[in-house]
Structures are given as C-alpha cells and as structure tokens.
C-alpha cells in the first residue's frame, strides 16, 4: 500500500482556479501530481452529480474550487 | 378529522355551483383500509364522493404541475406548504388557485399498522382521536397519536399556511423536537453511516414510486433518465440506487416540506426521509428556512447573503 | 397420484437433506425486515412459510430485476478480445419452497413470452427449467386476492410440481409431476397416504379456501369487445388521475415480464444487462427521435391494463394475463384498483 | 455526503482567485494530503455492477 497515491478529481471554475492552476504553471511551481483537473465554466454549474460520477469512476476525492 | 368531511363538501359544492374553480382535487374512499384515492371532483353531485380522514397522506400539489384549469385544492399544512413552493416555482398560478385549508391532526402510518398485526386489517374506523383496527379474529383500539405516521409525529406546521376557505378552527401546533433520529445519525463514524444507508436501502427496487409521490419531482426528465450522458446506471447495484437516492433528495434541499408522501408510497416501507430530513435540518440551521411558509420569500439556495455560511470552503 | 405426508418434525431435516442435490429457495425474513423476499437460502436458512405473500414476487428467481446477458472485453491483451461471453451462472437444479400458487401459475403466462418457436430467451428458460416448485397451498386468503376469476385460485396446481397443504401438525404434499416426485425422495419424504381420502381432504380445504374469496372479475364482456372500443372509452381519464406512474405496480407483479436492456462500460470492458423495465415510465417508449407515442400518463396507464386485459386476451385467447395475487392493488401508493378497472372495461 | 458515510475530507471546497497560484498550490498540498491521510475510497466506487 506504501505506494499507493489517491486520484482527485478537481473541478475547477474557468475564470477562477483554472486560470490559478494556469499562473502556477507559468511559475514553474511543483505541487503533487495527484489531481486530474476537470474545467468547469463556473463553479456555480457545479452539481452534485459531478462529484458522485467521479467517485463512482474510481476517484478518491473530489476537489471543487471557485 | 372525520367532522370536516360535511364542510369540505360544502364548500366544494359552493365553489363548483359559483363556477369559482373548474374541479376540486381532494380524496375519495379507497378499496382498502388505510388507503384513499386522490380524485378529481367536477360537478356538484359528485361533491359526495369526497371523503376526509387520517389515511389522506398522499401529497395532492403532485396533481397541481402545470395545471391550466382553475382549481379549488384540499390542503392540510405540508400540501399547503407545497402549494406554496409550486408557486413560487412557477408550477402554478395562486390566481388559479382556490385552497380549501384543513387543520390536520396527522396520518396513520399504514405501514406500521400492517406490520403490527399478525392476520389481515380488515377494518380502520376512528373515532376522537382512537383507532379501532378489526381483522378476522382481532379486534383492537389504538390511541391515533401512537400510530402516526413519524412525519406527522414530528410535525409543526399542521396548520395550512395559505387558505382561502378553512374548514374549521385551527388546531394547535406541537412543540417537539424533529430531529432526534438525524442527530443520531450525525453522531455515527463514517463506516456505520455507510453501512446504515446501506441496509436502509437494501431492499429497494427502484420503482421510484418516491419520486413521483414527491411534489417536487416534477422535472420532464429525471437525471436517472437521462443517457447522454447517464449519471446513474440502471441495474439494482446498491451504489446505484444509492446515487438515486441521494440525488434525488439533494433536489429537494430547501424545498422538502417532510410531508412524508415518498415514504407512504414506498412499497417495501424504506424511510427515505433520513436523507432529505438531513438537508432540511442543515437549511434550518444555517438559513434559518423552512420551505414553503412565505410567498414573498425566495429560497436560501436561489439568494445570496454576505452572511451565508462558507466555513466549508478553504 | 400420489400424496405424501410430511410430519412437520420431519420438515427441517428432510430440507437440509435436499441440499445434497438441490439450491434452495424459499421466502426469508432477515433481521430486522418487515417483509420475507424470495432469495437462495444459505444452510440453517428455513423458507418462512407463516407470511401469506411477498410483498415482491417470486418472479426475480428466473427473471432478476437486473441481469448480465453478456460481457465482453477490447484488450488486446487478452484472448477474450472482442468476444461476447456469456457470464457463467449457476443453473444447477434449485428447489423453490414456499411458492403461491398463483405466482407458479404465473410463471406459465411469462412462458408465452419467453419461450416460443420463434424466439427463445436462454436465461429465463434455463433458469426455469432448473426449478422445482414446491408450492404452498393458500388456506386463509387476503381480500384483495381474486385468483378464483383468473383461472387459478388458493389451490391451483397448474404452475407446480408439488403442491403443500399445511394440516397444522404436518404437511400433505401432493405430487403433480415427476421433477416433484424426484424432489420429495431426495429430502426423504416417502410416507404415503391413502390417495383418496387425502385428495378427498384437500379438495375439502381447496373449496372452503375459494369460498373465502370474495373479490370477484369477470372480463366475458371484455373478450367480445373490440379493442378500439375499450382504447377510446371515456373512463380512463377517471382511472390514471390518481396515477403517479410509478412503477410499483409492474414490479411487484408476478407476470409483467417488460425490460430494458443497458450496457454499462469501464475502461476496456463492460457488460450488457437487462433490467426491469415498466409501462409506467415515459422512457419505456421514448424514441431516439425524441417522440413518444405514449407521452402522457393517461396513454401508459390504459398501455398497461389494455395489455392485460385485452390485447393478452386476444392474441393467446387463454384468459387474462394477471393470476389475482392482488399486490398491485395492495401496495399501489394512491389506490387504483385492477378489480375496479375490470369492472369498469367490462361493462 | 458525510451524512451518508463519505469520510470527511474527501470533498473539498476552495476559493482562488486566478492571481492566487501560491494559494493554488498551497490547497493541492492540502487536499492531497487529505485525502492521501483517508487512504483509498473504497465507497461509491462501481467498478462493475454487482447485479445476479
């Protein structure tokens, strides 16, 4: 289990912590390569459904951000 | 309750007669014990036909979707509640709208009585405020309290909260605590939550005769039904049915009235009401919302305050 | 012929003794359940014959509510490639204990549908001839029970193999074929009893149980009818009002047979699955095209008793598909009454 | 969804702004180690149906 590295799922709004992700990239900074971003075009579309059919995929967590 | 009876229909008689409203929606007499049909009443000598008594706990603002027709409607306190958020989505005009308020006592949980007693209920008559329950070789008087529906039991708003026509004096209101069994559940480690849903649900067979009891779900296409893509698969997998039902009351957040029509209607008597009492005791809590009391007032999840609660977000 | 007598202390024991040669099933109350369902008993697990009916019919035990017709897998890797396999399932001989008669019987009009010259599904058939049904004779029906009016009844032997009447202190068993016969020898039931006079006694029980039924159809009138009269009738605007379309009623019927068949994909592989589907919901008929010649509830809720009633009667002209369990009637959250509705087309 | 037995922690909410990339790369580290913390999910995961 030691090298067992959990999949999130980041549903990520556009114009908000998309473009983040965007600048951080842009920066070079390192972070975990644990997250597979989904862009959504606002959070504010996000459902709950989303977050279920991610699990139901597999997923380990769910990461919404605005 | 049964006093009523004489006043609903003389007052639908008065209404039909007037030409006020097309049809009156209220009950008529079932071919079981402990089951009235929802029936649709259009000219003054039916009028007769309607009927009151503790077995009315189907939900009738599920017959109110849409409806082009003026209608005088039959309303205890959680169907007025409904009638209120029907209107404020848009599902129905108040102009259409005659509501004939009944102060409600509370239903008899059927599914508690049938498994009560051994042989077969043949028989439920009431009488001030006992139930008489006869079967082949019993016979047996209940106090109406003990055997309500828990919906009911827990119920403080038996009121109608709007009325155009009441049928008698309003009855008190109850001062208990609705959310014992909830806090119960809060209290549990993440794997007995689980595992208790698990066998809350264990025996569903998805014939969603709790969604459509729901006067909420009235979407033209349920997210279960949709395919492209499909949230949900079909099958009886327990995830599955898990995702239904939790969708499915997150679509009722803010608007569940705990009328308790879902868990009536459920053939194999799953309480799917711990799912939506949750968010209802969450939107109590943090908006301070109970759905369905104000025509004026827009739901917590449609309006935006600075002083919502956003301790959840990072 | 022949009956054979169970003593009731035999019971137990000469169950288990089947186990050698048979699966089990029979309806079973787990802990803490209101209700019996009909599943495969594990060793210990006794048939609960005290409830007089399942809220679910026995129908899951040859027509699960959700089956795998085919898995298949696109890896390359693998030497299943591309093939279509049927996932093994265990058809060995299965022993249904505790049946109702009407449910048995209804068995047979699912067999109209399933098992024809033309077309023949595998999976209902193999799992049906892999059943003996050791049916359960109905001494005190329920009032919402018309089995008399549909050409069964508390005693209908038409589904079953053996046919149990409980005499309080043992058990008749009354043998109809010879999977019944071959089953009672392998739980070791041989006590024979003079044939006439327990045929006498059954039959005794079988006419005081069919007298207690006082719910009765008749749908004479409907058979002459034509269909288009009974489709443009005025009443069943009357009848779907209360309807919610759900579909409580044709799940817990014993002789609706409708499905829908889903694929379901993960990564390379994925399996194709049949499941219960229902008149009731608009999607039943919904095209790809986006048009649904049953779009509204009025439409599905005549589909389903004109189905049962009337194109059923018709096309096999062997009465109505509906054996009177009454479960649609009993457990239909607002009240429709099939009873009411026969009435109502048959006059 | 922690009301029916998803652990806590396994869902996250955050606000960043688009010129907030340290914040960004902060609240990766932090739901990372949440979640790596929980150890895998091992509810709602359908792998295949169970069905009969």
Known sequence: MSDWEPKIVAFLCNWCSYGAADLAGVGRMQYPPNIRVIRIPCTGSMSPKFALAALREGADGVWVSG | MLGYIDKIRQISKGLIEDKKVDMIIGFKKGTMPMMNEPCLVKSPKDVEKLVWDSNCGINLANYLTDRKERIGIIAKGCDSRNIVTHIIENKIKREQLVIIGVPCTGMIDKHRLTSMFEGEIEQVTEQNGNITIKGEDFEEILKKNDVLQQNCSVCIHRNPVVYDELVSDLVEEQDVDRYEDVRKIEAMPSEKKWNYFDDLLSTCIRCYACRNACPLCYCPTCFVDESRPQWVGKSDDSIDIRTFHFLRAYHCAGRCTDCGACERACPVGINMRMFTRKLEKDCFEQYGWEAGLSLDERPPLDTYKPEDPDDFIK | MKVIKIDKKDWVGGLEKSRSAYRLVGPFKENGKQFPVFKELDKGQEPDLTTLNTVISPKSIVFPQSEVMFEYTTDEKSEDCNLLKRPEKNYSPCAVIGIRPYDAAAFLLVQKNFDTPDYRDPYWCDAYEACTFIGMAINNPDNTDFSTSTKSGPFDESGLDVLLVDMKDHFLAKVITDKGDAYLKAAGWTAKVDTDAAIKQIDEMKNKAEVKIASKISFDNIEKKSIMELYEADFWEDVAFACINCGTCTYLCPTCWCFDIQDENHGKSGKRFKNWDGCMFPLFTHHSSGHNPRGIKVMRVRQRFMHKLKYFLDKYEDGIMCVGCGRCTRFCPVNIDIRNVCKLMNS | ?52
């Not at chain 4, 652990?7 to 739901?31: C, D, L, M, Y």
């Open chain 4, 1 to 52: 969804m922690e009301h029916m037995g998803i652990e806590p922690g396994r869902i996250h909410f955050s606000w960043v702004s688009s010129a907030e990339s340290t914040k960004f790369v902060q609240v990766v580290n932090e739901v990372t180690e949440a979640v790596k913390a929980l150890g895998p999910n091992n509810h709602f995961i359908t792998k295949e149906a169970k069905v009969a």
